[in-house]
């Protein structure tokens, strides 16, 4: 998973919502999410075309304020936000209870079905047994919400008894190519932070972090956050989270500088400190 420079539209303005917009009630005028993703090298076009497939999916809605058009995220798109944005920014893994979770899935209706199934489950932390068998190591407290939007048919089942655990979560998750990938981050993210400068402006050290943090929130789709217990020793994960929130800290106050500017350009009112919802440090 070494890092390309490329930042797809839909992960942009997700990513725009869940780390900046929660001050504005997660809105935003078009035109400004426009800038903003403009300054990350994505073009108008594919930007509201990423808005009218999100709107479409039920994780925005239109919503005009103040006579300016824009979007806001919906109910369940601020739950995903809240739930992905937890999982970015926290400081390390919870604790493990010792349970494992299975998921057993009934037949997908067709291959959309399954590819949208095996997608939320993999974002949720559950790894392919069988084919419509599932593993994680901590239940997900949206997964009953996530698989009935789906459509989809259940049942869950909770042990402590797992024999060859090691082996197990070994044939499940690939964490040879994680570790690799935690590695690379890691040693990107630390040139990164030897070159973090003072002298950026707030639009450089917002592309910047943009860019920082969609690369580490790709590891919510392939980081299960399984157990110390049953990791490999000297497991890297851990370093390069404290790398990554080290410099995505540095960066954030010029980043939000940058933000709040272009909005304002855009039209948006200031946010309302007494009201604001805001999650993120």
Do not use: N
Not at 181 to 189: K, M, Q, V, W
């Amino acid at each position: 998973m070494r890092h390309t420079g490329v930042v797809r539209a839909r992960a942009a303005v997700f990513d725009l919502y869940g780390d900046h917009l929660g001050p504005r009630g997660y809105w935003a005028p078009i035109s400004g999410v426009i800038t903003l993703l403009g300054s990350c090298g994505i073009a108008a076009p594919a930007t509201r075309t990423a808005v009218s497939r999100m709107t479409s999916q039920g994780w925005l809605q239109p919503e005009t304020r103040r006579t300016i058009r824009g979007y806001a995220a919906t109910p369940a798109g601020r739950e995903r936000l809240g739930e992905a944005w937890a999982r970015i920014y926290r400081p390390d893994t919870a604790g493990w209870d010792g349970r494992w979770q299975l998921v057993v899935t009934g037949r997908p209706a067709d291959r959309g079905q399954r590819d949208r199934v095996a997608a939320t489950l993999g974002f949720l932390g559950y790894g392919r047994m069988a084919p419509q068998t599932w593993l994680a190591a901590r239940p997900a407290p949206e997964l009953a919400a996530a698989l009935d939007a789906l459509g989809i048919d259940y049942s869950v089942l909770t042990t402590t008894d797992l024999p060859d655990a090691d082996r197990v979560v070994a044939r499940t998750w690939d964490l040879t190519e994680l570790a690799a990938s935690y590695r690379d981050f890691a040693e990107d993210t630390a040139r990164l932070r030897d070159r973090v400068r003072s002298s950026w402006t707030p639009q450089e050290a917002y592309r910047v972090r943009a860019t920082l943090v969609h690369r580490w929130r790709k590891f919510l789709f392939v980081d299960p956050a399984l157990p110390a217990e049953v990791l490999p020793e000297g497991w890297p994960g851990q370093a390069a989270r404290e790398l990554f929130l080290e410099v995505a800290d540095q960066l954030l106050q010029p980043a939000r500088i940058f933000v709040g500017d272009a909005l304002a350009s855009a039209g948006a009112p200031a946010p309302d400190p007494a009201t604001a919802e805001d999650t993120q440090r």
